[in-house]
Protein backbone atom coordinates (compact mmCIF):
# COMPACT_ATOMS: atom_id res chain seq x y z
CA UNK A 1 0.00 0.00 0.00
CA UNK A 2 1.41 3.37 -1.19
CA UNK A 3 1.85 6.23 1.78
CA UNK A 4 2.68 9.05 2.04
CA UNK A 5 2.63 10.40 5.40
CA UNK A 6 3.69 14.30 5.87
CA UNK A 7 4.40 15.55 9.23
CA UNK A 8 5.89 18.93 10.99
CA UNK A 9 3.05 21.85 10.26
CA UNK A 10 1.71 23.72 12.94
CA UNK A 11 1.19 27.45 14.25
CA UNK A 12 3.83 29.72 14.02
CA UNK A 13 4.73 33.73 14.17
CA UNK A 14 5.55 35.60 11.09
CA UNK A 15 9.45 35.36 11.03
CA UNK A 16 9.61 31.80 12.60
CA UNK A 17 10.72 28.46 11.30
CA UNK A 18 9.27 25.17 10.29
CA UNK A 19 10.78 21.94 9.34
CA UNK A 20 8.15 19.09 6.77
CA UNK A 21 8.86 15.57 7.25
CA UNK A 22 6.89 13.32 4.52
CA UNK A 23 7.54 9.62 4.80
CA UNK A 24 6.87 7.38 1.61
CA UNK A 25 6.10 3.75 1.87
CA UNK A 26 4.74 1.04 -0.74
CA UNK A 27 7.14 2.20 -3.80
CA UNK A 28 10.34 2.42 -4.70
CA UNK A 29 11.71 5.74 -3.55
CA UNK A 30 14.84 6.67 -5.34
CA UNK A 31 13.40 6.34 -8.57
CA UNK A 32 11.01 9.63 -8.06
CA UNK A 33 11.16 13.23 -8.43
CA UNK A 34 9.51 14.78 -4.76
CA UNK A 35 7.93 17.86 -4.51
CA UNK A 36 6.03 19.73 -1.86
CA UNK A 37 2.79 21.60 -3.16
CA UNK A 38 0.37 24.16 -0.97
CA UNK A 39 -3.00 25.40 -1.22
CA UNK A 40 -4.12 28.02 0.61
CA UNK A 41 -7.80 28.88 1.43
CA UNK A 42 -9.92 29.63 -1.96
CA UNK A 43 -6.80 28.92 -3.70
CA UNK A 44 -5.42 26.84 -6.42
CA UNK A 45 -2.87 24.45 -5.17
CA UNK A 46 0.39 25.20 -6.32
CA UNK A 47 4.06 23.59 -6.21
CA UNK A 48 6.04 25.16 -3.66
CA UNK A 49 9.67 22.87 -4.50
CA UNK A 50 10.85 19.73 -6.06
CA UNK A 51 14.14 17.57 -5.62
CA UNK A 52 14.06 15.61 -8.61
CA UNK A 53 16.03 12.25 -8.21
CA UNK A 54 19.51 13.97 -9.22
CA UNK A 55 18.64 15.77 -6.34
CA UNK A 56 18.70 19.18 -8.36
CA UNK A 57 16.48 21.36 -6.38
CA UNK A 58 13.58 24.42 -7.42
CA UNK A 59 11.41 26.41 -5.95
CA UNK A 60 8.44 28.84 -6.79
CA UNK A 61 9.30 32.60 -6.74
CA UNK A 62 8.16 33.42 -3.49
CA UNK A 63 9.76 30.84 -1.17
CA UNK A 64 13.41 31.18 -2.94
CA UNK A 65 15.84 31.77 -0.82
CA UNK A 66 13.66 30.48 2.31
CA UNK A 67 12.50 27.41 2.00
CA UNK A 68 14.99 24.38 1.76
CA UNK A 69 14.02 21.07 0.24
CA UNK A 70 16.26 17.77 1.01
CA UNK A 71 15.53 14.19 0.66
CA UNK A 72 17.18 11.17 2.03
CA UNK A 73 17.10 8.34 -0.11
CA UNK A 74 18.05 6.18 2.46
CA UNK A 75 15.19 7.14 4.86
CA UNK A 76 12.88 7.37 1.77
CA UNK A 77 11.89 11.02 3.72
CA UNK A 78 11.77 14.42 1.84
CA UNK A 79 12.18 17.97 4.34
CA UNK A 80 10.95 20.99 3.40
CA UNK A 81 12.55 23.59 5.98
CA UNK A 82 10.69 26.91 6.32
CA UNK A 83 11.85 29.87 7.33
CA UNK A 84 11.46 33.53 7.82
CA UNK A 85 7.80 32.48 7.35
CA UNK A 86 5.34 35.20 6.51
CA UNK A 87 1.30 34.58 6.68
CA UNK A 88 1.22 34.35 2.91
CA UNK A 89 2.65 31.16 3.37
CA UNK A 90 -0.45 29.65 4.92
CA UNK A 91 -2.03 26.60 3.86
CA UNK A 92 -2.37 23.04 3.49
CA UNK A 93 1.17 21.54 2.33
CA UNK A 94 1.05 18.60 0.59
CA UNK A 95 3.69 15.82 -0.58
CA UNK A 96 4.04 14.65 -3.81
CA UNK A 97 5.88 11.51 -5.57
CA UNK A 98 6.19 11.08 -9.33
CA UNK A 99 8.20 8.54 -10.94
CA UNK A 100 10.72 10.39 -13.71
CA UNK A 101 9.63 9.27 -16.98
CA UNK A 102 6.15 8.07 -15.94
CA UNK A 103 4.09 11.06 -15.32
CA UNK A 104 0.81 8.92 -14.52
CA UNK A 105 2.49 7.23 -11.94
CA UNK A 106 2.30 9.32 -9.13
CA UNK A 107 0.89 9.73 -5.60
CA UNK A 108 -0.47 12.62 -2.96
CA UNK A 109 -0.24 12.73 0.53
CA UNK A 110 -2.81 13.83 2.72
CA UNK A 111 -1.50 16.98 3.93
CA UNK A 112 0.07 19.40 6.68
CA UNK A 113 -1.51 22.31 7.81
CA UNK A 114 0.54 25.03 8.47
CA UNK A 115 -0.12 28.48 9.63
CA UNK A 116 1.34 31.49 10.18
CA UNK A 117 0.25 34.57 12.08
CA UNK A 118 0.93 38.12 11.50
Known amino acids: QVQLVESGGGLVQAGGSLRLSCVASGFTFGPYDMSWYRQAPGQQREMVATCDIFERTYYTTSVRGRFTISRDNAKNTVFLQLNSLKPDDTGVYYC????????????WGQGTQVTVSS
Open 96 to 107: YAQRRGRGSDAY
